[in-house]
């Protein structure tokens, strides 16, 4: 054991806490009963309908190996593979986030350049930030008409805050001895800006991506549980009125893994604007 | 009169000090400085160095008075004016050669690439940075090699004036001792004129041709412009055997310590306040006796 690495003990580490996990889970879960060894009585009560309980992780598994060999097959609007729904719900959350950046980036900056345009747009920031995404659901679906749009409207609403936050945070931070040396160096504002003031203000702008992607991928599930039709938000539900919990469980886990996905190309991306002072 | 290629006339700077009134931090300083020359100016802390250099960089305006440079009104900063900040001042997310080709791109436009590069690199060499280094970013360079990316940046650029701001407040003596001299060097390849804030004395005296002192502020003067009357090249270690040497620092150290204090504070009349000129050349009084220029040196050394 000595002569393992620090990752490799944490990597087996994980492993044992996701076997027991697993072992005591699978245990926990009592038995059907087999018809042969139940009593006259029970029988007359129902006791030989299976149960609806929570499955086992073999179960669920064997469902994970089930949907991930044909993830991508359409037998109706009630029943796509998982590839499909995780795929529309992708392209919901990355048109939505896209917009959103679109605006809330220049409009951080300007935020952050600018003290006049900071107090003004402040108070509507302020109260707009805080409301729930879902809240705006109703009204944008009588205005928009369209239950896609409305969803990716949401998704818009909600990941635009902590880019707009962050974008003019990290402006406005940006050290005077930046900026004077492109005023020394006669740089014009647009050559400013994107020489010295968005590499600056980057790592803090792109940690502002990086949260509102989260936040868009939170939302979207619940999203889609209400406008329903497609996406993974849609299938859990769909599958909770089916009482199908082993597919619920499945694409539970299917939406941390994409969700960690998403967070990691943006730690990627972090990871190349860094810069150490 | 023939004015100086850099002259300032009758700068003031107040601020106001929080209790409704003014604050005159130095009055009506003037002074000029001849191209090619290179002038340092000491001073203590709150005299206002800062505030003239930040006011010749175009990075602040005066509260009254004027800065031309050949002639012409000084708004506003411009590549005609480069500047060495204190902290360096690099962009931490470029590399060393980038720092300088950023600045060489924006004061040539229509050079190549190619060029642009090159004349970076050799720029580098000259303050002592070559292979590998150059491609390191900020981060990775101790104190010293920063301050000669900053320096290398402002020389490649070729202003008509270069301002130093305090430049190797923040190193350790041994490297000072080393830049100093690499300063020295690039200096007297390029004819550059210089302005510097410096806290060091003999710093002041190795590099300038001309020290201006500062009273202490508030309200402070420029009171005295001191020739250095010792003869370049100059070298660090020798400079002291110089026999003006001791003259030139004791009267400085003697102003710094004790007439900056006794002519502060004193309300200037309405004119322009024109440092007194003061020469020490304990050689030139020797030569009027000895017509060998060089004997007087030669005896103190056998002395």
């Known amino acids: ?277 | 009169m023939v004015k100086p290629f850099l002259s300032i006339e009758q700068l003031t700077q107040t601020y106001p000090d929080g209790l409704g009134g003014e604050f005159t931090v130095f009055e009506n300083a003037t002074f000029g400085i001849e191209k090619g020359e290179f002038v340092c100016i000491l001073g203590h802390s709150g005299c206002g160095k800062s505030t003239i250099m930040n006011i010749l960089a175009g990075l602040a305006d005066p509260t009254s008075g004027v800065v031309k440079m050949d002639g012409a009104h000084v708004s506003g900063p411009s590549l005609d004016r480069g500047v060495v900040f204190q902290n360096y001042s690099l962009l931490p997310w470029l590399s060393a050669l980038k720092n300088v080709t950023f600045g060489v791109a924006a004061r040539f436009p229509q050079w190549s690439k190619d060029k642009v590069i090159e004349h970076s690199t050799a720029f580098l060499a000259k303050v002592g940075l070559t292979g590998d280094t150059i491609h390191r970013k900020p981060s990775q360079l101790s104190g010293g090699m920063r301050q000669r990316v900053s320096i290398a940046r402002a020389f490649a650029n070729e202003p008509k004036l270069l301002l130093l701001d305090e430049p190797f407040g923040a190193l350790d003596a041994l490297t000072r001792g080393t830049i100093q001299d690499e300063l020295i060097k690039v200096w007297s390849d390029t004819d550059q004129t210089v302005f510097m804030i410096t806290h060091d004395i003999d710093e002041a005296i190795l590099l300038a041709d001309r020290i201006l002192l500062m009273t202490n502020g508030p309200m402070a003067q420029v009171a005295e412009s001191v020739e250095i009357t010792i003869p370049r090249p100059r070298n660090r270690t020798s400079i002291v055997e110089h026999p003006n040497y001791y003259a030139i620092r004791n009267h400085l150290v003697q102003f710094l310590g004790q007439r900056s204090a006794e002519l502060a504070g004193q309300p200037g009349d309405a004119g322009p306040s024109s440092p007194e000129t003061v020469r020490i050349d304990l050689i030139e009084d020797t030569d009027s006796e000895d017509p060998e220029p060089a004997a007087p040196i030669l005896r103190a050394v056998e002395g």
Request: include cysteine.
């Open chain 1, 1 to 277: 054991m000595q002569t393992l690495t620090e990752n490799k003990k944490a990597a087996v580490l994980s492993i044992l806490i996701l076997l027991i996990g697993c072992l005591i889970w699978e245990m926990s879960i009592p038995a059907q009963k087999v018809a042969g060894e139940l009593t006259e009585y029970e029988m007359l009560t129902g006791g030989g309908q299976p149960k609806a309980g929570v499955p086992p992780p073999s179960q669920v598994l064997g469902k994970a190996w089930e949907q991930l060999s044909n993830p991508f097959y359409d037998a109706g609007p009630n029943d796509k593979g998982i590839g499909i729904q995780i795929g529309y719900s992708i392209y919901r959350v990355l048109t939505g986030y896209l917009l959103a950046a679109v605006i809330a980036i220049p409009l951080g900056f300007l935020i952050g350049m600018s003290s006049v345009a900071h107090k003004a747009l402040n108070p509507f920031i302020q109260v707009l930030r805080p409301i729930s995404p879902l809240a705006w659901m109703p009204l944008a679906l009588f205005i928009i008409q369209d239950s896609e749009a409305s969803a990716i409207f949401v998704i818009f609403i909600c990941s635009i805050w902590p880019m707009l936050i962050n974008t003019a945070f990290g402006v406005a931070g940006v050290r005077e001895d930046w900026v004077n040396v492109a005023r020394t160096h006669e740089l014009g504002a647009v050559k400013t800006a994107f020489t010295v003031i968005l590499p600056a203000a980057a790592p803090t702008i792109v940690t502002g991506m990086r949260i509102s992607i989260g936040i868009a991928w939170l939302v979207i599930v619940a999203a889609e549980m209400l406008v329903g039709g497609t996406g993974i938000g849609y299938y859990v539900w769909n599958e909770w009125n089916n009482l199908d919990l082993t597919s619920v469980i499945f694409s539970i886990l299917m939406i941390g893994v994409v969700g960690m996905l998403l967070d990691s190309m943006f730690g990627l991306l972090q990871r190349t604007v860094a810069y150490t002072e």
